[in-house]
C-alpha cells in the first residue's frame, strides 16, 4: 500500500535550526516534494528530490534516502514568517499520483 | 491565465442539492489535480487528469462525486446530494506534464454544506 508519515506539530526559536522528518511506503515512486501552507492559505512548492542526497535551496534544504523511504525538510535561521504547516508528499509509480502527508504545522516562537 | 483559478471560492449550499467546482489551470499543463482538505488537515487526493482522461479516480469518496475535464484545459467537480460531511476546502492543482515537477495549487473553493 501507500503510506506517508510526518510529525503532526512542532516548535522552534527565530533564527534556530529546524528539520522535519517524512516516512513513505510505496510501490513506484518518482520523486519527493515539500510544499508549505500558511493558515487559509493555498500550498505553495518548496523543494523536489528524486534521487538520494541533499538539495540546497536558499534557507531550506530537502534530503531523500530512497532506500529508507526516508526524507527531510532543514529549516535554517527561522523567521516568524515561517511559522506554516509543511506538507510531505511523493509522487507514486504508475499514474503518478501525487500523495501528501497531513502535514506538520511548525510554530516559531521569539 | 497566470495561475491556477478556482470558483467559487466561498460556495454555502444546503443539504441535498447538488454543487459544480470549477478549476482553470495554468495554460498548457496537461495534469490537474482535485484535492479535499478538511479544517486542520492533510490534503486528501480526489482524482487526477492527463489531458481529458482520469486514469485514476480511485480517490472519490462515493459516487455522489464526479469529475471531467474538457479540452485538456478546465475541470469542474461536481458532487450530487451534498452531505454536510462534504464541507472542505477543495484544491485544484496544475502541473505541466505527467512528472509533476512541480504542481501550482489554486486558492480552493470552501464549500459548506448546511
Known amino acids: 500500500g501507500q503510506n506517508i508519515d510526518q510529525p503532526t506539530e512542532m516548535t522552534a526559536t527565530e533564527g534556530a535550526i529546524v528539520q522535519i522528518n517524512c516516512t513513505y511506503q510505496?510501490?513506484?515512486?518518482?520523486?519527493l516534494f515539500w510544499y508549505q501552507q500558511h493558515a487559509g492559505e493555498a500550498p505553495t512548492f518548496l523543494s523536489y528530490n528524486v534521487l538520494d542526497g541533499l538539495e540546497e535551496k536558499g534557507r531550506f534544504s530537502s534530503f531523500l534516502s530512497r532506500s529508507k523511504g526516508y526524507s527531510y525538510l532543514l529549516l535554517k535561521e527561522l523567521q516568524m514568517k515561517d511559522s506554516a504547516s509543511y506538507l510531505c508528499?511523493?509522487?507514486?509509480?504508475?499514474?503518478?499520483?501525487?500523495?501528501f502527508g497531513a502535514g506538520t504545522r511548525l510554530a516559531v516562537h521569539p | 491565465g497566470a495561475g491556477v483559478s478556482q470558483s467559487p471560492s466561498n460556495k454555502v449550499t444546503e443539504k441535498g442539492k447538488d454543487v459544480e467546482l470549477r478549476c482553470d489551470p495554468i495554460s498548457g499543463h496537461t495534469a490537474l489535480y482535485w484535492y479535499r482538505q478538511s479544517l486542520g488537515q492533510g490534503l486528501e487526493f480526489l482524482i487526477y487528469f492527463q489531458g481529458n482522461s482520469a486514469p485514476d479516480k480511485s480517490g472519490l469518496p462515493s459516487d455522489r462525486f464526479s469529475a471531467e475535464r474538457t479540452g485538456g484545459s478546465v475541470s469542474t467537480l461536481t458532487i450530487q446530494r451534498t452531505q454536510q460531511e462534504d464541507s472542505a476546502v477543495y484544491l485544484c492543482?496544475?502541473?505541466?506534464?505527467?512528472?509533476?515537477?512541480?504542481?501550482?495549487f489554486g486558492q480552493g473553493t470552501r464549500l459548506t454544506v448546511v
Open positions: 508528499a511523493f509522487l507514486s509509480g504508475g499514474y503518478n499520483k501525487l500523495i
Open positions: 510505496t510501490s513506484g515512486f518518482n520523486g
Open positions: 492543482a496544475s502541473s505541466l506534464d505527467w512528472r509533476n515537477t512541480e504542481a501550482f
